[in-house]
């Protein structure tokens, strides 16, 4: 298939359009390179750097030639950030999106693969969480995502365009090629692992009175490699289902304090950790249930304990911070 990868540049895009490759599929990538790198693209994709928004070139990149699919990655992601400047969200991630959408419509492209969040289902009222749980987003990055995620139903019921939306947990660690390199970063496990790299002084907790067994928030990991293997799997999925809406985590929660306890094991460094205030929008628990798409596709996740997912991300970000 021919498949346009939006945001193709980033960590989970990058590391997607070198599979498809991988697979024989021909991939085109798109990304403005506002917090993409140019080297993580693929060598053999095509490469445009333009924005989802810039009506003209979008129309360029289509009128190139027909795609079987579009996967979406391009977005601003920083839950914290949405709550201080939520109208850059609404923006790039809904609005933005729009423009590509209209775009998707136009060119009859049959299959739109969506990079959501768990974000969107704000403070669980149970765990772990399942598709069809009340959406109640708690910060403007989850609720930017749930406007796009209705955005394509509506496409779907009125235009019949077959989609599916994958609700990602935390997606972390590397391949050998390809790891997490946001700026600024806002992850756990790449921050974490700046402190031994002596990139940081310490890691900041961001709030210990969280309703939970030490305090802090606990979060689901997924492997990159993993969630590259599901959007594979939905790309492919869409011949027989018009409409997939799916999690993607381990069913496994861990809180922050575990996260860099498994670090100081992982890399022999002594992490030091400083309590700071809770971020706005952060809930306390996020457990995926992943239990349909492991029915209806198939799907069976293989690096995604946290051990192996920490020492993936190690593993990679010594050789860069060795390459330097």
């Known amino acids: 298939m021919r498949i346009l990868v939006t945001g193709g540049a980033g960590y989970i895009g990058s590391v997607v359009a070198d599979r498809l490759l991988r697979n024989g599929h021909s991939v085109t990538v798109l990304d403005n390179l506002s917090k993409g790198h140019r080297e993580a693209v693929p060598a053999q994709a095509q490469f445009t750097q333009a ?19 579009v996967m979406h990655f391009a977005a601003f992601i920083e839950a914290g950030e949405s709550m201080l400047v939520p109208e850059k969200y609404f923006d790039n991630n809904s609005a933005r999106t729009l423009t590509l959408l209209e775009a998707v419509l136009k060119h009859r492209v049959p299959r739109f693969v969506l990079s959501s969040t768990a974000a969107v289902y704000g403070e669980p009222r149970r765990s772990p969480i399942t598709e069809d749980d009340p959406l109640q987003p708690t910060n403007a990055y989850g609720e930017s995502k749930l406007m796009v995620e209705r955005m394509l139903a509506w496409f779907h019921r009125v235009h019949g365009l077959r989609y599916a939306s994958l609700r990602y947990f935390n997606a972390a660690g ?26 940081r002084p310490a890691i900041s907790i961001f709030g210990a009175d969280y309703p939970t067994k030490d305090g ?10 993993d969630l590259a293997t599901a959007h594979l799997l939905a790309l492919d999925g869409l011949d027989e289902h018009s409409q997939l809406i799916c999690n993607l985590g381990s069913g496994n929660g861990f809180s922050v304090r575990e996260v860099i306890e498994i670090a100081r094991k992982i890399t022999g460094h002594e992490i030091p950790a400083v309590e700071a205030p809770r971020r706005a929008g952060d809930p306390a628990v996020l457990v995926a249930s992943s239990e349909k798409i492991r029915r209806v596709l198939g799907w069976n996740p293989q690096h995604s304990d946290i051990d192996s997912i ?5 593993q990679w970000h010594k050789r860069q911070a060795s390459s330097r």
């Open 174 to 199: 590397a391949t050998a090629e390809r790891g997490e390199a946001h700026h600024p970063e806002t992850h756990l496990i790449p921050l974490v692992l700046q402190v031994p790299l002596g990139q």
């Open 216 to 225: 802090t928030c606990i979060r689901d990991y997924i492997h990159v490699d």
């Open 51 to 69: 924005d989802m928004g810039d009506e003209p070139a979008i129309a360029g990149v289509f009128d190139q030639g027909q795609f079987d699919a």
């Open 310 to 314: 920490v020492r993936s991300a190690w």
